[in-house]
């Protein structure tokens, strides 16, 4: 799908320090007058020039992701633009060409390709929000305004409203929370990882699926899992009149495929963490009147033990890397996830509270 097929076959591969390297530097953003700078995640690097952010793709494949391609990382960034403007309309403005020829290495925005270079990335250009109106930065103020969290009702509904339903069975619906606590176990039960209390946790959380599968699957056969977001955080939101939604999986079509009230107890766990437990309430209220539809408090339970083990193995994934960033951060902030997740599990009921046997710890 590559459309800049340029004219400088000659032009050496550039390296991935060598983009960077270009990136990095302030002249390569014509037209920037304020200090560029830019910012590494797990996925990509960030670029922030003046008012507009840029955004490059790793070349890096996982067993949820494959960038390792530039044929992948383009399609992935029209994808991330195609998706994004559901929910955050005005803030993905298109791609630009990373090029490499004989004089060096150019950004060209796609709309002036092709051009006399050859493509050898892609990035998407976004328009830079404001920071102070992110709603992780507001819950860490105590500063988050409940008429803004309406407003962001508002804006899921509406879009949940119209997202499509997705052919997932209820067998297979249930199948796929299987799959993220066996992946959660084998992370958290890593013998380097001294999680207090996880063990019981995946144990309860195991008898949880057991018991209460049949919540699972009459959202698949009621038809309430659609193609959403799938990465419903605090980070993600900002709350602007009207709120947007930025970041969403583009790169996995199955982890988007979910039900809204799994999205909505994502956020208000992480709202939770974040010091705003009260939030989380008046998110399901909000979104339980505007769908006309009240899901079981049994269900909204295990949805949050769900993610909070899923995030509490997300974190502690963060140490497996080869050189993790800030590696004392990780596991204080996986016990919190460990202890959330029982605090869920307990008000599922007893029988869902009754200590299995995988291990003490």
């Not at 988050?144 to 997705?166: H, K, N, Q, W």
């Not at 309860?204 to 419903?232: C, P, S």
């Amino acid at each position: 799908m590559n459309i800049a097929h340029g004219s400088a076959p000659s032009a050496p591969e550039p390296s991935l320090d060598a983009k960077l390297r270009f990136l990095q530097t302030p002249s390569s953003h014509p037209g920037l007058e304020a200090p560029l700078g830019w910012l590494e995640t797990h996925m990509s690097w960030l670029f922030f020039a003046g008012d507009r952010v840029l955004k490059l793709k790793k070349p890096v494949r996982f067993p949820y992701l494959d960038f390792s391609t530039l044929r992948a990382r383009e399609f992935y960034c029209r994808e991330e633009l195609r998706l994004n403007s559901r929910l955050a309309p005005g803030v993905y403005l298109g791609l630009m060409a990373l090029q490499a020829s004989e004089t060096g290495l150019a950004l060209v925005p796609e709309s002036r390709l092709p051009a006399a270079g050859r493509t050898v990335d892609w990035l998407v250009l976004m328009r830079r929000l404001a920071p102070e109106r992110m709603l992780s930065h507001l819950v860490a103020e105590a500063r988050v305004d409940p008429r803004d969290i309406d407003a962001l009702v508002d804006v899921l509904a509406a879009f949940y409203r119209s997202a499509p339903t997705v052919g997932v069975t209820a067998q297979e619906y249930v199948a796929r929370f299987q799959r993220e606590q066996a992946a959660n176990s084998e992370v958290l039960l890593r013998p380097q990882f001294t999680l207090c209390h996880a063990a019981a946790a995946l144990d309860r959380f195991d008898a949880a699926l057991t018991e209460r599968a049949d919540l699972l699957r009459d959202r698949a056969e009621r038809g309430r899992v659609l193609d959403g977001h799938g990465d419903l955080r605090p980070e993600h939101v900002c709350l602007l009149a009207p709120p947007v939604v930025i970041d969403c999986l583009e790169f996995n079509t199955q982890l988007r495929q979910v039900d809204p009230f799994d999205e909505i107890a994502f956020l208000a766990l992480e709202c939770d963490i974040g010091g705003a437990p009260w939030i989380g309430p008046r998110l399901a209220a909000g979104l339980t009147a505007a769908l006309g539809e009240m899901p079981p408090p049994a269900l909204m339970h295990l949805y949050t033990a769900h993610r909070a083990l899923l995030r509490a193995r997300l974190t502690m994934a963060h140490l497996l890397d080869p050189q993790p960033r800030t590696p004392q951060k990780w596991p204080p902030l996986a016990q919190r996830y460990v202890e959330r997740a029982l605090v869920a599990l307990d008000s599922l009921g007893p029988a869902i509270s009754a200590t299995m046997n995988r291990g003490t710890p």
